[in-house]
Each structure stands twice: as C-alpha cells, then as structure tokens.
C-alpha cells in the first residue's frame, strides 16, 4: 500500500514558496512518494515558460528529475493511476492544494475528491483527497512577495542589477543560464514598442509599426487559442470531478 503525494500547478515562476510545499510533502509522505505535475502550456501573458524550462527551475531547487511528471490534467484521475502506476485497490492519491485553488472543488459524498481528514483514507479507485497546503511568504530584492505574477513583475521592472539578484534569491547562485532563460523568456531584451505621436513615422526598435502590429496580432491569435483551450480542459475537469460513478462500499 501506498501513498502518493501530487502537487500540481502552472509554476510559472517556480519559486521558494512552491518549494516549501514541494518540503513539507517530502518530509509527509518521503521523496520516493511525491510528484509535481505541471503541463507543457505556454503563452505571452502570464504562462512565459516552456516545461523543460520549469524542469530546469525545479531541479536546481533540488527536486529530482524523476519526480518532475508532465501532464495535460492532473485531476483525471484514472490517468493518474496509470502515470504513477497504482494500485486503485490498495493505494492513495493525495493532491497537495492552496485554499484558493482547493475551493474549486465541491468535495461532495459521491465526487471523485475529498477533502483530507483524520478520516481514514480509502483507496484511489473509490476516493482521491486533496490537503490543502498554505501559502508561504518570502523575499526577493528585500520585498514580501507570494506568488510567481509579482516575481515575473519584479523582473521586467527591474534593471540588470536586479535581475541578477532576483535569480539569486530564488536559486542560490547568479546562474547565467537562468538568468539567460528568465531574460529570453519574459522578453527584457526585446525591443519596446513605440509611442504613436500624431503622423510621425514611429518605429518599434527597428521595425516599422506594421510590422508590430502584425506581432501584436500574431500574440493575440496565440492568447486566443490558449483560451481556448483552457476553457476546454477546465470543461473536462468539471465533468469528470462532478461525475458520479457506482463505488463499492
């Protein structure tokens, strides 16, 4: 009999507060019992990160690569005893949430989640349980921060000074392949657009407006299909959380 621990998340940033979750479950349930699941979903505005460089976060945070697992929806759950190879007869699945995500959830009597309590737990094939982790603080350049959206603001907002202290903070080191990784990412060095002024024929870096606007519709076709998406995995995951199916007792 198992019990395995899932904490899933977008992680972009991968930071000190999400390793702290990533801690306390491995001091829980034991390394060799903990997963993080994050999917390969990217875009302009607040998911920046390719999944291989969300792996490259994590591990220099020490987890292990072999406990860094891709996944699509991490609350099918069926799928989840496969990835993880299971036993639905005998093994547990918890998923390790924040309140605000935790809340999605409606935890009814017949739903495949639960919420964890001293209760003793029953086997994934009837009962997957959520443990509702809290939100940790920490500082980065000197400043209170929580969540990944600020860190991603601190960045842009920063000078080069700033930034190399903010990869410091988070990772230890000034790293120059995350440095080079973060400024790619979040586009520092790319070239602003310009300001409009009246006719003047304005520029954006080096290319002409037409050309911006031809990358700002590109972005937007992007953000649009991630939608999408989005709107679609969420549909799936209400369906299969608020479907009842016959269990044993």
Request: glycine share 6%.
């Amino acid at each position: 009999m198992r019990t395995v621990a899932v904490y899933p998340g977008r992680f972009h940033v991968f930071h000190r507060g999400h390793q702290a979750v990533y801690d306390h479950l491995v001091r829980q349930f034991g390394q060799e019992n903990v997963y993080i699941a994050t999917s390969a979903k990217q875009n302009d505005t607040d998911s920046p990160f390719t999944y291989a460089d969300k792996v490259a976060m994590m591990t220099k945070m020490g987890v292990p690569p072999s406990r860094i697992i891709q996944v699509t929806n991490p609350y099918k759950i069926d799928e989840m005893i496969k990835l993880l190879g299971l036993d639905p007869a005998t093994d547990h699945l918890v998923y390790a949430l924040g309140a605000k995500d935790a809340k999605r959830f409606d935890y009814k009597p017949d739903s495949a989640l639960q919420l964890l309590t001293k209760k003793k737990m029953k086997p994934v094939g009837k009962h997957a349980y959520v443990e509702v982790v809290p939100t940790a603080t920490f500082n980065i350049l000197g400043q209170p921060v929580q969540s990944a959206s600020a860190i991603r603001k601190l960045y842009l907002d920063g000078n080069d000074n700033d930034r190399n202290q903010i990869i410091s903070d988070l990772y230890g080191t000034q790293d120059p392949e995350l440095r080079a990784m973060f400024d790619e990412r979040l586009g520092v060095n790319q070239p602003q657009e310009a300001i409009i002024y009246g006719q003047e024929k304005v520029f954006a870096g080096d290319n002409p407006v037409s050309v911006m606007r031809e990358n700002r519709l590109v972005k937007l076709q992007k953000n649009i299909q991630y939608l999408r998406e989005q709107i679609q995995i969420l549909r799936e995951s209400q369906d299969y959380i608020d479907e009842s199916r016959p269990r044993k007792k």
